[in-house]
T-cell receptor, first 114, second 113 residues
Framework: DTEVTQTPKHLVMGMTNKKSLKCEQH?????MYWYKQKAKKPPELMFV???????INESVPSRFSPECPNSSLLNLHLHALQPEDSALYLC?????????????FGPGTRLTVL | AQSVAQPEDQVNVAEGNPLTVKCTYS??????LFWYVQYPNRGLQFLLK??????LVKGSYGFEAEFNKSQTSFHLKKPSALVSDSALYFC???????????FGQGTRLTINP
């Protein structure tokens, strides 16, 4: 089973709202990732968690705050977002961040910021 | 630094014909190469990868890819295209030891009935 689940599927929020995206995997993977994807563009890496510790932050604005409560769960907390933050947010996981393992992606959360 | 190029934004193929989606890469060390497919409003689905070994890699849904070190290419192929293959295809590369996966710009594949 190579399933990564993400909730919610769709999210509409105002610029003053606080919301969270959730990602879950039960494959025993020790690396988890957040990507942002704009329409017809490739995914852009935002954050990497390796063994539940933040290992890469691709200079993401502080209005995005990741959290990895345990090895199966990854959250992305959103606050004071801008309309240009509207995008598909993808979560992915891989067995081990340091080798050649495949990243498996969830279906994404479509975020609209009004 | 690692990079990937997909020279064609769009590829159109008639159903039943062979298809090729092109990818070239640049890395400092040994490349780890991946192909993903994305259907509308969906996440990325893994198709296949090259790590080492045989230059011809077979993957899901009848797709295969050929690793060519001298040409730094990793083209995706399928002998007989289906209309259901129509989607957005991404090539990605990862340098040995790197955590970051770098994606190409994507190629929109359209299979015409």
């Amino acid at each position: 089973d190579t399933e990564v689940t993400q909730t919610p599927k769709h999210l509409v929020m105002g610029m003053t709202n606080k919301k969270s995206l959730k990602c879950e995997q039960h494959m025993g993977h020790r690396a988890m990732y957040w990507y942002k994807q704009k329409a017809k563009k490739p995914p852009e890496l935002m954050f990497v968690y390796s063994y539940e510790k933040l290992s890469i932050n691709e200079s993401v604005p502080s209005r995005f705050s990741p959290e990895c409560p345990n090895s199966s769960l990854l959250n992305l907390h959103l606050h004071a977002l801008q309309p240009e933050d509207s995008a598909l947010y993808l979560c992915a996981s891989s067995q081990d961040p340091a080798n050649t393992d495949t990243q498996y992606f969830g279906p994404g959360t479509r975020l609209t910021v009004l | 630094a690692q990079s990937v190029a997909q020279p064609e934004d769009q590829v159109n193929v008639a159903e039943g014909n062979p298809l090729t989606v092109k990818c070239t890469y640049s890395v400092s060390g040994n490349p780890y190469l991946f192909w993903y497919v994305q259907y509308p409003n969906r996440g990325l689905q893994f198709l296949l990868k090259y790590i080492t070994g045989d230059n011809l890699v077979k993957g899901s849904y009848g797709f295969e890819a050929e690793f060519n070190k001298s040409q730094t290419s990793f083209h995706l192929k399928k002998p007989s295209a289906l209309v259901s293959d129509s989607a957005l295809y991404f090539c990605a590369v990862r340098d040995a030891g790197a955590q970051k996966l770098v994606f190409g710009q994507g190629t929109r594949l359209t299979i015409n009935p």
